[in-house]
Nanobody, 124 residues
Framework: VQLQASGGGLVQPGGSLRLSCAASGSISSINIMAWYRQAPGKQRELVAFETSNGGKNYVESVKGRFTISRDNARNTVLMRMDSLKPEDTAVYYC???????????????????WGKGTLVTVSS
């Protein structure tokens, strides 16, 4: 099982970016897919997540600006980021929790899988 994230880059304040992440492998379902971020000198924080039945939540600082969406059939998760601010600058990580194989068994005891980070820089 692997997570592959993409979509980071440099954008001006007020601009938009879209991050995408795909989980590959023999996966029948994923309980939660999420995006985290880690800014320089700060701890990693949960930005947004979506459950397998469509429940979503966001950190307060991105509500109304970021939108998470997932495709359960393709095991992908996207995050649309609008009205970006310099304080959104960080390395963004894709996360998947509770992955099941074709037999319905949890991979790795249900522990999290992480993609490699993708850098988002918001600067003029």
């Amino acid at each position: 099982v692997q997570l592959q994230a993409s979509g980071g880059g440099l954008v001006q304040p007020g601009g938009s970016l879209r991050l995408s992440c795909a989980a590959s492998g023999s996966i029948s379902s994923i309980n939660i897919m999420a995006w985290y971020r880690q800014a320089p000198g700060k701890q990693r924080e949960l930005v947004a997540f979506e459950t397998s039945n469509g429940g979503k939540n966001y950190v307060e600082s991105v509500k109304g600006r970021f939108t998470i969406s997932r495709d359960n059939a393709r095991n992908t998760v996207l995050m649309r980021m609008d009205s970006l601010k310099p304080e959104d600058t960080a390395v963004y990580y894709c996360n998947a929790h509770g992955l099941r194989d074709a037999s319905g068994n949890y991979y790795n005891g249900g522990m999290d899988y992480w993609g490699k980070g993708t850098l988002v820089t918001v600067s003029s």
